[in-house]
């Protein structure tokens, strides 16, 4: 089983960043792809972002050039820079690390870090 770690979360006030860490393992940190997932109360998961092992990234059209994703090779670490921030991306978010050509469903999912953007 895939171990995936995140961290990061925490209370910020609209306009304002934050930085979000997921971790896994060395041998898988190049063969997969991380990708960052979000739910808020009452709403389904959705997708936020993801970088693969080409450094490839894709974002989500709510995030608007707000958030930038990159890889730290030294640390096995995906990082989620979220800037400009807005109450709506209040939500808990996930981190999901899945073997290249398949999706989030057959990847694993870390426990999920609260993200609250409030004045």
């Known amino acids: 089983q895939v171990q995936v770690v995140e961290s990061g979360g925490g209370l910020v006030q609209p306009g304002g960043s934050l930085r979000l860490s997921c971790t896994v393992p060395?041998?898988?940190?190049?063969?997969?792809?991380i990708g960052w997932y979000r739910q808020a109360p009452g709403k389904q998961r959705e997708f936020v972002s993801q970088?693969?092992?080409?450094?490839?990234?894709d974002f989500a059209g709510f995030v608007r050039g707000r958030f930038a994703i990159n890889m730290d090779d030294a640390k096995n670490t995906v990082y989620l820079q979220m800037n400009r921030l807005e109450t709506e991306d209040t939500a808990v978010y996930y981190c999901?690390?899945?073997?290249?050509?398949?999706?989030?469903?057959?990847?694993?999912w870390g426990q999920g870090t609260q993200v609250t953007v409030s004045s």
């Open positions: 060395e041998e898988i940190f190049r063969k997969y792809t």
């Open positions: 999901n690390a899945r073997p290249l050509g398949t999706q989030a469903k057959d990847g694993t």
């Open positions: 970088i693969g092992w080409n450094r490839g990234r």
